[in-house]
């Protein structure tokens, strides 16, 4: 089988299509946290589930920058830690 830059880019060593995937540990507790920021809007527990969130939004992408499936995977995570550390610079 031909390994076009099409495959490179989307598929899987199993040669499946993945361009989502089911939410790990990371994004998970990102999740979680960023919505309990909702419900508590000042304070430590605010400070506290925002560096939560960052931490955890960090850690996925870095994750997926350096293990992604593929490299679009990859390319996600370069995106998404670029634009954290952006966020935060600001």
């Known amino acids: 089988m031909q390994n076009t830059l099409f495959d490179q880019v989307f598929r899987d ?15 998970i507790v990102w999740i979680v946290a960023s919505l309990l920021k909702i419900l508590f809007t000042t304070g430590k527990i605010n400070l506290g589930l925002d560096l939560l ?3 955890s939004l960090f850690t996925w992408a870095w ?6 499936v593929n490299y679009f995977r990859r390319a996600l995570g370069l995106l998404v830690l ?9």
């Open 13 to 27: 060593n199993e040669g499946q299509i993945v361009i989502a995937q089911m939410p790990n540990l990371p994004l």
């Open 53 to 55: 969130a960052f931490g």
């Open 63 to 68: 994750e997926e920058l350096f293990q992604g």
């Open 82 to 90: 670029v634009g954290l550390i952006a966020w935060k610079i600001q």
